[in-house]
């Protein structure tokens, strides 16, 4: 009996070493596995944010992509080898600071170039441009990106012509929005002894739309986040014409400004905060000009803090 319990503590024995053996035998492949995927391997990151279209070949020299270590295990396959992968190469999005470079990163500069009306970002909207002098045009100051109030000049004359004129003909009402004058007979209600007299204001500026978008400025364009603009000494364009303006608007609304380029606009700039208000056409005629207005002295005037 004695060595049958002997035979089968012997039997335990063994069968414990050879689990010992089993379970180290796993936990040293599980460690060996674990010191190759620590295993410090080389790569290339972002050393900062690279914008959209960067040359490949100024990231390197600019230092913008630089060698680094990572564990092996994180390493994707796809990773460079070298910086010669992206030589003659543009960035096809924006690259954010510490990503690992990898192929299809950097692409041939001809995927990169953007149409045109790929800037129109609503489905909706149409680009469609005018032309204006540096004293129309905000003095040539806008850019892409800028939001502008647009004034045409409404002409007077007409209304002029029926005030003075002596022709039965030209008798009739003429309709100036809230009142009717007719002629020659309210002529002589116009002028005023002593005091202010009556100005006929020839043209009148009226509003035809506020915050517009410029889309472009001569050949600048909005470029979309992370996208460079176009290096000029590398290119042969012309130099920027400030004075054609591209906006970015609803048909409907390149319709107005269309009608309205054959009477010259007048751009005035909007700051970013600004909000499109209620803005009713001058009168054609006036006694009062705003600064002899106890309500409009200056032109930011409040009832709270007067002119300050």
Not at 29 to 46: F, L, R, T, W
């Amino acid at each position: 009996m004695s060595s049958r319990r002997t035979a089968i503590l012997i039997g335990a024995i063994a069968i414990g070493v050879v689990a010992v053996f089993l379970i180290y035998g796993y936990v040293k492949s599980i460690e060996n596995q674990a010191n190759v995927d620590s295993a410090p391997i080389g790569v290339y990151v972002a050393r900062e944010t690279i914008p959209r279209g960067t040359e490949g070949s100024v990231a390197v020299s600019s230092n913008q992509i630089v060698a680094a270590e990572i564990p092996q295990k994180f390493r994707p396959a796809t990773a460079i080898q070298t910086p010669d992968a992206v030589q003659k190469k543009v960035a096809l999005f924006e690259i954010a600071p510490g990503t690992v470079i990898v192929e299809g990163m950097f692409v041939d500069p001809s995927v990169t170039q953007i149409s045109f009306r790929e800037r129109l970002k609503n489905k909706n909207h149409v680009a469609l441009t005018i032309a204006v002098d540096s004293i129309h045009g905000v003095g040539g100051f806008l850019v892409p990106g800028d939001e502008v109030n647009m004034m045409i000049l409404q002409d007077n004359n007409k209304v002029a012509d029926a005030i003075n004129s002596t022709d039965d003909e030209k008798k009739k009402p003429v309709w100036l929005g809230e009142f009717d004058i007719i002629k020659p007979v309210d002529a002589q209600n116009l002028i005023k002894v002593g005091g202010p007299q009556w100005i006929l204001l020839d043209k009148t500026a009226r509003y035809m739309y506020q915050k517009v978008q410029i889309l472009a400025v001569g050949s600048n364009q909005l470029l979309t986040p992370g996208e460079q603009a176009a290096d000029a000494s590398k290119t042969n364009t012309a130099p920027n014409n400030t004075g054609i303006i591209t906006f970015n608007v609803p048909p409907e609304a390149a319709q107005w400004i269309a009608s309205g380029q054959e009477h010259g606009f007048y751009l005035s700039l909007v700051a970013r905060e600004y909000t499109p208000q209620k803005l009713p056409p001058l009168p054609v005629f006036t006694d009062v000009l705003p600064g002899e207005d106890p309500g409009k002295y200056c032109p930011y005037y409040n009832d709270e803090k007067g002119c300050a």
